[in-house]
């Protein structure tokens, strides 16, 4: 699957649960989302906003803003139990 169509079907999800969200809550209006990212989910914030501005036309999410906050990826060595954020491709602690 291209990054393109990855990034459509991500925003559409993040879309039906907010607008289910605000459905079960009696929402008439969402006005903004915060969205977590991890480092590794390969979603590009830019592409997600692209669609969510084209996605959201029509519904209660309309006039909502997207905010990104991206989570750098964790790791727990198996030997020493440190945790570490690794470098690039660099897996080691």
């Not at 009696?26 to 979603?43: F, N, P, R, W």
């Not at 803003?65 to 990826?73: A, E, K, N, W």
Request: aromatic content about 8%; proline content about 2%.
């Amino acid at each position: 699957m291209d990054n393109t169509v990855h990034e459509l079907a991500i925003t559409q999800n993040i879309l039906d649960i907010v607008l289910n969200e605000a459905k079960t809550a009696q929402a008439s209006k969402v006005t903004k989302i915060s969205l977590v990212i991890g480092e590794l989910s390969g979603a590009v914030s830019d592409c997600v906003l692209f669609y969510f501005d084209f996605l959201k036309k029509g519904n209660a999410a309309e006039e909502a803003t997207i905010d990104f906050r991206l989570v750098p990826v964790e790791l727990r060595c198996r030997d020493c139990q440190t945790n570490f954020n690794p470098k690039d491709s660099a897996w080691i602690c």
